[in-house]
Each structure stands twice: as C-alpha cells, then as structure tokens.
C-alpha cells in the first residue's frame, strides 16, 4: 500500500506510558529482579521470528527488546504473507511453499532454540489444514532442537477482503491452541489478546490508522509483553524497557509507510 512518508520516534514520556500500561499486567513476584548479562547469555535462547507484516511491524521493537535482553534474534517474517497454511486456496499453497523454503533455511542457518510463528491473517483453510501445518510447525522445530511459540494475531479491521475469510481466520488461533496443548511441551501458546483484547477500533488495539497493523508505541507495547511472557519460559529476564525503547528501531521505513506519527 501507499503510505506518505512521515517519522515518530518515542519520547522518554510516550515509552514510559505506553509501556507501563503493558507491563503493568505482566507484574510477579520476580519484577525488578534482572539477571546479569552472563546469566542470561548462558540460557543461550534464540528466537526467529516469523508471520507476515503484522510481525513485520512488531519485529523492529521486539528485536531491540531481545537482544537488549541478550537473547538472539532473527527476523523471518513476510511483507508478502508468510502463512505456513496451504489451504484451498491457491494463493495459499503459493505462499505457504514459500515460507516453509524460508524457513527451513533460517533453521539450519540460524539454529534457534525457539520459533515463534505470529498467526498471520493468511491462515485460511479447513481446520484440518490449519492444525497439518501447525503440527508441522511443531515438528520442524523440535527436530531442529527449537521449541514453538504460538501466538495470535491482534485484532485487525475486517474490509471487504479479509471478511470472506473470517471464519477461517477466527479458527486459525483455536487450532494453534490445541496443537500446542497436545504436543507434550514442545510448544506453547501465548494468548496476545490479553495486550490487544479483540476489537481492532479499540485504543487497547493499538492499530495504525490502517487498522491492521501498528506504529511504534504498538510495537514497543508488544515487545515488552513478549519478552516477559518469553523470559518466563526461556529463564531469562526481560532488559528495562528504557534500556531499548528508545533506540534506533523506532525510524525503521515500515513506520513511515504506515503514517505514525504520533
């Protein structure tokens, strides 16, 4: 799509705002107690991450928040779609040969010990479809030594295009869910909707003015989330958000495209 350049970048005050309502719901018992670097570099986790451009958006703060959390990170998602869903389709099996070719590479280059997969709002297909992939997914990874994390997309403005598939797109996460709950720990489900709840016009949502995906204070409001959800599974502590969220991140193009500013 085409977006009129403009920048934003998050002040101290916008960060700390945006994000002390994020973490706010993610407070335990263990708040504020940081590992060293050297502990957390011996958890030696690394996560690709991979979806289509919604994860595209949040890739730039989540990057940022987990390598400032000495966690290594690789970005695998997919402006032009990255399902790993071959539905009925045809566009599907297009797209989803190609992120599998992909992703198979980022494995064996990468080596993560974690694959997170954000549903992409290009999961259409049958139910059984849905879970062949994502107990692909699942597969894939474990043989790789990687572990899977699961999570949903946010909730997105349904236009003429994305309407006719709402029902596949509204299965796609319950599947997601029963794979991982059966699939003996080696993956899980991490439900986002508890950060962007599940009406897109919401100011919870935190949608960019194209309703689907988000600017900056989104992103950082999703990587600071993450990171701590990660971080209690992974056994790592999330680096203080003003230790990355006003970095450099915040000028990617993506942003631009998307008109956020401010």
């Given at each position: 799509?085409?977006?009129?350049?403009?920048?934003?970048?998050?002040?101290?005050?916008?960060?700390a705002a945006v994000l002390?309502?994020?973490?706010?719901?993610?407070?335990?018992?263990?708040?504020?107690?940081?590992?060293?670097?050297?502990?957390?570099?011996?958890?030696?986790?690394?996560?690709?991450?991979?979806?289509?451009?919604?994860?595209?958006?949040?890739?730039?703060?989540?990057?940022?928040?987990?390598?400032?959390s000495s966690v290594e990170?690789?970005?695998?998602?997919?402006?032009?779609?990255?399902?790993?869903?071959?539905?009925?389709?045809?566009?599907?099996?297009?797209?989803?040969?190609?992120?599998?070719?992909?992703?198979?590479?980022?494995?064996?280059?990468?080596?993560?010990?974690?694959?997170?997969?954000?549903?992409?709002?290009?999961?259409?297909?049958?139910?059984?479809?849905?879970?062949?992939?994502?107990?692909?997914?699942?597969?894939?990874?474990?043989?790789?030594?990687?572990?899977?994390?699961?999570?949903?997309?946010?909730?997105?403005?349904?236009?003429?295009?994305?309407?006719?598939?709402?029902?596949?797109?509204?299965?796609?996460?319950?599947?997601?869910?029963?794979?991982?709950?059966?699939?003996?720990?080696?993956?899980?489900?991490?439900?986002?909707?508890?950060?962007?709840?599940?009406?897109?016009?919401?100011?919870?949502?935190?949608?960019?003015?194209?309703?689907?995906?988000?600017?900056?204070?989104?992103?950082?409001?999703?990587?600071?989330?993450?990171?701590?959800?990660?971080?209690?599974?992974?056994?790592?502590?999330?680096?203080?958000?003003?230790?990355?969220?006003?970095?450099?991140?915040?000028?990617?193009?993506?942003y631009a495209t998307l008109?956020?500013?401010?």
């Open positions: 799509m085409s977006r009129r350049p403009s920048r934003h970048v998050l002040t101290t005050v916008a960060a002390g309502v994020a973490l706010a719901g993610c407070a335990g018992p263990d708040r504020g107690k940081n590992k060293t670097a050297n502990e957390v570099n011996r958890t030696g986790t690394k996560v690709l991450w991979a979806g289509d451009s919604i994860a595209g958006a949040e890739g730039p703060a989540l990057g940022a928040a987990l390598k400032a990170f690789k970005d695998a998602s997919s402006d032009g779609g990255g399902t790993v869903v071959a539905g009925s389709e045809e566009i599907t099996k297009t797209i989803a040969a190609d992120t599998w070719k992909q992703l198979s590479k980022s494995v064996q280059s990468f080596q993560p010990t974690v694959v997170a997969y954000q549903i992409t709002t290009y999961d259409w297909g049958t139910q059984d479809q849905q879970r062949a992939a994502y107990e692909k997914l699942v597969t894939t990874a474990k043989a790789a030594g990687a572990k899977t994390v699961f999570i949903p997309a946010p909730p997105i403005k349904m236009d003429d295009f994305y309407t006719r598939y709402a029902s596949q797109m509204r299965t796609a996460p319950q599947v997601a869910m029963e794979v991982a709950k059966n699939s003996g720990g080696a993956a899980v489900f991490l439900d986002a909707s508890q950060l962007w709840g599940i009406d897109a016009s919401a100011k919870k949502a935190q949608r960019a003015s194209d309703g689907i995906h988000n600017c900056q204070q989104g992103a950082a409001a999703f990587a600071a989330w993450f990171a701590t959800e990660l971080g209690k599974r992974e056994g790592f502590a999330p680096a203080a958000v003003d230790t990355w969220a006003k970095g450099s991140w915040t000028s990617d193009d993506r008109k956020c500013d401010g």
